[in-house]
Nanobody
Framework: QVQLVESGGGLVQAGGSLRLSCAAS????????MGWYRQAPGEQRELVAT???????NYADSVKGRFTISRDNTKNTVYLQMNSLKPEDTAVYYC??????????WGQGTQVTVSS
């Protein structure tokens, strides 16, 4: 199993920045990819950004150029740097770790609120 603990969410004004962190523990050597997803009220959970062990990154079109995902393997931590935040970025952000196509784990989520 993999345990994920997120931090860094909060309230920020539009145009501001936040950095989310997700620390992984447990069977971390089985992780093949990590990422961030978000879910706004009344909406489905959606992909924000992912990064594989090989360093390949993928971003939702809505965050390209504003968000950056990175990974510190020495700390077993993945980050999401969010710049130029918009009110539509308001959501609960979830960290995800994938061990295979059918095996993944989720963090508890951290709230990000962007005021206009």
């Amino acid at each position: 199993q993999v345990q994920l603990v997120e931090s860094g969410g909060g309230l920020v004004q539009a145009g501001g920045s936040l950095r989310l962190s997700c620390a992984a523990s447990g069977s971390i050597f089985s992780i093949i990819a990590m990422g961030w997803y978000r879910q706004a009220p009344g909406e489905q959970r959606e992909l924000v950004a992912t990064t594989t062990n090989g360093g390949t990154t993928n971003y939702a079109d809505s965050v390209k150029g504003r968000f950056t995902i990175s990974r510190d393997n020495t700390k077993n931590t993945v980050y999401l740097q969010m710049n130029s935040l918009k009110p539509e970025d308001t959501a609960v952000y979830y960290c995800n770790s994938r061990l295979s196509k059918l095996r993944e784990y989720w963090g508890q989520g951290t709230q990000v609120t962007v005021s206009s």
